[in-house]
């Protein structure tokens, strides 16, 4: 026999005042009365100086004492070797990988739930998902259930070996319940297969490119199924259908697909300003968000660039501006300082404004700006002469092959912000975003006097990369593309961090909207189906394409193998120690009433 608790032995102590309690009777009082003879018929004579006579009640010491041994045992919690039941072990994986449909874990969760019911109060389970351990082995089953109805708690997905791995390490020795959709390697364990075989065709390896000037989204239609299957390619544009096409695929063939957004062909489409394309395959199968994918296409017509100087723009600047003009990146328009406010009424807030030794105005309304040589929003330190570039941001889209290597700037400023470009003295460009307004500082001029930028082969690069960036993803809030199942957050801070956003889900002519809090101005959003997604903060609005979700194989469902779900314990067997204790102890209360009524104690 073993004892959960052994110190709880310590409560036999209380014996002793038990039975002194129980012997003691108090003071004998002397009392006067004018007669013996009556009392010695009702009460007979009993000699106090005698204490071992009052033995003769040892039976309710007995009980008394036995209440408490029976007391004792049940908080000591024994186990006793043939007699008390061992408790069991498992650990219950809930397979949540991709292949379990949500009405596969449906499914899985009541078999889980039909499984941990018909566990005793002493056994432990674990529970893991396909991320791994949810719940450490407990024999607490109000918290198994509720870590059960969490589930799945990610979106990480461990191959069977890595958790199987797991799920022996959570309670090494248990037994192990599997509840999958997908193939597990033979072991020793209890495989529940769930679901039934069901095909799949999805649209992967979905991709926009740029070839010949035209947007071309492509993707590829796969089979991921042992039969052939039907589908239906359907392209749209701004909730209008453009094509559709039947196609037959044949068992596990892969076939490209694509769409180019011709503009001679569709003119009524406005291609040049922009699309949100979506290809969509309609194959009514088991998994939807693998099905589509969506597109948000930039504009190819030029950007409208405001050049505005004092006088003659710096000739090196005006150089490259011009290349990118006649490369159809740009429609440049030089203005004078004096006329900034008639480009801006002209142009608004689509063109980006580049002020070559110009300071802006201040405030800076919403639009893309770069500020050269000139005071702007960015607070200056100090004035630096003879600066070397020794860092910039590598990863920032301005700086896709542009290399400052060696680039010198004679006399720039310091400047406080988002570092761009770093000098031996400190930052001397910075940048600022926010949904709707973008800009980028330079300390130093490009002319030649100020420096040696202009002169680099990378610079016609950057100003490319920067109006292109001024003109669109800087202004986003959110990026342009996320993929269903995923959590869309902003990257940049939103206009009005006190608006809701209304965000409206777009597949294939169906629209579903909702409202989504921004507190502090960070948003996350969650990406149910692949599409496009439309999202509106008071009066921006920005449109996100969304990739179809990871595809899998729906057709191949594992074999049941193993001794299957544990069996009910009867609940006399599971009865609790303590019940029958505290059964026993009314009983023996119950026994000395009894023999205290009859006059036996």
């Given amino acids: 026999m073993s004892l959960a608790r052994p110190e709880a032995l310590w409560l036999l102590a209380l014996a002793a005042p038990v039975i002194a309690a129980h012997l003691y009777r108090g003071r004998v009082r002397l009392l006067e009365v004018p ?12 000699d106090a100086r005698f204490g071992l006579r009052r033995l003769r009640h040892l039976v309710g010491l007995l009980v008394a004492l036995v209440a408490l041994a029976v007391l004792t045992s049940a908080v000591a919690d024994p186990t006793v070797n043939g007699i008390t039941r061992e408790p069991r072990r498992f650990v219950v994986v809930i397979d949540t990988s991709p292949e379990m449909t949500p009405e596969r874990l449906a499914e899985a969760k009541d078999r889980a739930r039909e499984a941990l019911s018909k566990l005793g109060r002493r056994d432990r389970a674990a529970l893991v998902d396909a991320g791994g351990v949810v719940e450490p082995p407990t024999d607490d089953a109000d918290r198994r259930l509720r870590s059960l109805a969490r589930l799945p708690r ?3 997905s461990l191959d069977p070996a890595a958790l199987e791995k797991e799920a022996r390490a959570a309670d090494p020795g248990a037994a192990l319940i599997v509840l999958s959709s997908r193939p597990w390697p033979e072991g020793d364990r209890t495989m529940i297969p769930i679901g039934t075989s069901k095909a799949n065709v999805a649209l992967v390896d979905a991709r926009l490119g740029l070839e010949n000037g035209r947007h071309v989204a492509r993707g590829v239609a796969a089979n991921l199924s042992d039969a052939a299957a039907d589908a239906r390619l359907e392209v749209w544009n701004r909730g209008r259908i453009l094509q559709t096409e039947a196609m037959k695929l044949a068992p596990r063939e892969r076939r490209e697909v694509s769409f180019a957004l011709d503009p001679s062909a569709r003119p009524a489409e406005r291609f040049p300003d922009g699309a949100w394309i ?9 998994r939807p968000e693998d099905d589509s994918a969506g597109f948000v296409v930039p504009a190819t017509k030029p950007v409208n660039v405001v050049l505005v100087a004092t006088g003659d723009p710096d000739e090196h600047l005006q150089m490259a501006l011009d290349q990118l003009e006649q490369a159809r990146v740009i429609r440049l328009e030089p203005v004078r300082a004096a006329g900034a406010e008639a480009a801006r009424s002209k142009y608004g807030k689509s063109a980006v404004y580049i002020f070559d030794r110009v300071a802006p105005p201040n405030p800076l309304l919403d639009g893309g700006y770069l500020i050269v040589g000139a005071d702007g929003p960015a607070q200056k330190t100090r004035v630096v002469e003879g600066v070397k570039i020794v860092d910039w941001d590598r990863d920032a889209p301005l700086h896709r ?4 290597t060696d680039v010198k700037a004679g006399r720039a400023w310091v400047l406080k912000g988002d570092a761009l470009v770093m000098s031996d003295r400190g930052p001397v460009a910075v940048r600022h975003r926010r949904q709707g307004l973008a800009w980028i500082q330079f300390g130093f001029s490009f002319g030649v006097e100020s420096g040696d930028f202009a002169l680099t082969s990378s610079f016609p690069m950057f100003l490319r990369n920067a109006v292109l960036w001024l003109a669109e993803d800087a202004r986003r809030a959110f990026p342009p593309s996320a993929t269903a199942g995923d959590i869309l957050a902003n990257v940049a801070p939103v206009a009005d961090p006190e608006a809701d956003l209304k965000v409206t889900a777009v597949s294939g002519g169906d629209a579903t909207t909702s409202s989504v809090l921004a507190p502090g101005g960070e948003a996350r959003i969650p990406v149910e189906r692949p599409g496009l997604m439309k999202i509106e903060s008071g009066s921006y609005v920005e449109w996100v394409g969304v ?15 193993g001794p299957g779900l544990p069996e009910a314990i009867p609940w006399w067997r599971d009865l609790p120690w303590v019940v029958a204790a505290a059964a026993i102890v009314l009983a023996l ?7 205290y009524q009859r006059g036996w104690v």
């Fill in 401 to 404: 092959w542009v290399d400052y």
């Fill in 589 to 595: 209360l119950a026994l000395e009433w009894l023999l």
């Fill in 547 to 561: 990739t179809g979700a990871p595809p899998v194989d729906l057709s191949s469902i594992p074999k049941a193998s």
């Fill in 278 to 286: 979506e290809l969509r395959l309609r194959a009514n199968d088991a």
């Fill in 154 to 156: 990610t979106k990480v």
């Fill in 35 to 46: 007669a013996l003879f009556l009392w010695e018929q009702v009460m007979p004579a009993d």
